[in-house]
């Protein structure tokens, strides 16, 4: 049973020892919460969730999307106010079908060390407010070399259909068959910060299989404050983790909050926790 990066989106994969994020996260390696503080956005944007910063002399482009684009959006990362990676996606849904274009990649101090990038692609249904994927596909440089993954679906059922290179299935890896309903991560990721109705805000409760490993991302308790809502997050890991990381810690809480639009919907403008190593934040742009 082949795998797709892990519990990624989430989203950096990868950097600086002196800011204390961990070249430990990096596709099929087992990810340590306590060293690498953005893990939380990491898995949830991949996110390497989630994981982005200071554009400088890098523009973010995400290609796939010929048409008209219906939502777009750019955030950067802080690590204690240091810029550390981008974050770009574009997406558009006709009410049948969706198609999403995402791209993660270092820069700032950290792209001056270490240049790494995150492209991924995903594509599927949608009924009514629900997205059902199809397929999905991402390629990554993690800075020492690159990798691709594909995902394909049957009646909602994740298949594997490529990892390069290949890895060795561990016994813990939670089998595709049984991930009927789970997201992939790009869908995981869109469905986050994606415009929605003000009824809809903090309501998000996800699933989402990558290939080896699931997880919950699960909003509640808004708390409104004029034009902004906050809300409270959790990601938890549900399967494929190691015995390790099981006990080490299975919740990573995090604040949303979504910003009030012309049109009066929402979207999401901040993402933060508090960590061992300062304050991460995730600023939309």
């Not at 400088?56 to 810029?83: F, H, M, N, R, W």
């Not at 101090?109 to 249904?125: H, N, R």
Request: hydrophobic residues 35%.
């Amino acid at each position: 049973m082949g795998s797709l990066s892990p519990d990624s989106v989430t989203t950096l994969r990868v950097i600086l020892d002196n800011i204390a994020i961990s070249t430990k996260y990096l596709p099929y390696q087992e990810p340590n919460p306590h060293r690498n503080p953005v893990y939380m956005f990491i898995s949830i944007l991949r996110v390497a969730i989630t994981s982005m910063a200071a554009t400088l002399c890098l523009v973010i482009s995400t290609p796939l999307l010929a048409e008209t684009l219906k939502d777009q959006g750019q955030y950067k990362l802080y690590l204690s106010g240091i810029p550390a990676g981008v974050l770009a996606f574009n997406a558009v849904n006709d009410g049948n079908t969706y198609r999403i274009g995402g791209k993660l990649a270092s820069t700032g101090l950290v792209g001056s060390v270490v240049k790494v990038s995150y492209d991924a692609q995903s594509a599927g249904l949608v009924r009514g407010d629900k997205l059902i994927p199809t397929r999905y596909s991402e390629q990554a440089n993690t800075g020492r070399r690159k990798q691709s993954s594909s995902l394909n679906y049957k009646n909602g059922v994740p298949q594997v259909l490529e990892v390069k290179p290949k890895r060795k299935p561990k016994k813990y890896d939670a089998d595709p068959s049984k991930q009927k309903g789970t997201l992939d991560t790009l869908t995981s990721m869109y469905t986050l910060l994606r415009k929605v109705d003000q009824k809809d805000v903090c309501t998000l409760n996800v699933q989402t299989f990558d290939g080896r490993r699931r997880s919950e991302t699960r909003l509640s308790k808004p708390i409104v404050n004029g034009n902004e809502i906050t809300c409270n997050g959790v990601y938890r890991r549900i399967e494929g983790f190691s015995p390790r990381e099981m006990r080490e810690r299975v919740n990573f809480e995090f604040k949303v909050v979504y910003s009030k639009l012309p049109t009066g919907q929402f979207h999401v403008t901040k993402i933060f926790t508090d960590t061992l190593f300062g304050r991460a934040s995730l600023i939309r742009q």
